[in-house]
């Protein structure tokens, strides 16, 4: 068996322990498989162990990387987490099942005009500021609240809003990084009541270092790298 393999393994256990310690049902988190910086082989490889849902954040790699493993006859679903430039946003919506990096109106109003031309409806995650670190993700409450009124009215008829994404902070101290992951659930909580016609329940929180703080926060879904491809360069 491949170190991938093997890796996906033994992160798919612990998610599954993780669940049951929070009380959670089972499999009611999903891996994103975070590919980045790996070649289109190791992919195919975590697709032959069973993964078939990946996350890139930069669009042109994943654009030449995804055309090569569909090319190949696979069929694995991608979510787009990295900060995304509005040149970005026709090869993302082209190529991704849902942008988790969402996190300015002009953004969604470009997804929603890319999406419109090709007639595909495009899930979305708001990305949201809860650790110091980050720079990433809506800047105000106001226009993040702005941004889910207008899908609530239907302003964007190609775009599935379904819940929120964030990154704690690099810390080895536990309580800021649970603390960021609260932060998230509690807004998560406070828009689904405020917009019940959306359904905004996924949370996406959590990486190689703290999916299991993560999963015991909530979250519906984690998105893992290194754990699983190994270290990558750049
Ligand atoms: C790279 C990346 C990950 C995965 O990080 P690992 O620490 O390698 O698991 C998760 N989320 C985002 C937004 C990333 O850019």
Not at 70 to 89: E, F, T
Not at 143 to 159: D, R, T
């Amino acid at each position: 068996m491949s170190n991938i393999s093997e890796n996906l393994k033994s992160i798919q256990n612990k998610i599954r322990l993780a669940e049951k310690r929070a009380f959670r049902a089972e499999n009611s988190v999903a891996l994103v498989a975070v590919s980045k910086f790996h070649p289109a082989e190791s992919v195919i490889e975590a697709i032959k162990a069973g993964q078939f849902l990946f996350g890139e954040n930069r669009v042109q790699e994943a654009a030449a990387k995804f055309d090569e493993i569909r090319a190949a006859g696979y069929q694995p679903n991608l979510h787009i987490i990295g900060s995304l430039q509005r040149n970005k946003v026709k090869e993302a919506v082209r190529i991704a099942t849902c942008i988790e990096s969402v996190d300015r109106i002009e953004l969604i109003e470009e997804i929603e005009k890319q999406a419109a031309k090709i007639n595909k409806t495009i899930e979305i995650l708001f990305e949201i500021h809860t650790g110091e670190d980050s720079k990433a993700g809506f800047t105000s409450e106001e226009e993040l609240e702005n941004a889910i009124k207008l899908c609530s009215q239907g302003a964007f008829p190609h775009i599935c809003p379904r819940g929120f994404m964030t990154m704690a902070p690099f810390t080895s101290d536990t309580s800021l990084i649970r603390k960021s992951f609260v932060t998230l659930r509690n807004l998560r909580d406070k828009f689904q009541q405020d917009y019940p016609s959306l359904k905004l329940s996924e949370l996406s929180m959590g990486m190689s270092g703290d999916y299991e703080i993560a999963i015991e926060e909530g979250a519906t879904i984690v998105r893992i790298g290194t754990a699983i491809f190994g270290e990558r360069q750049g």
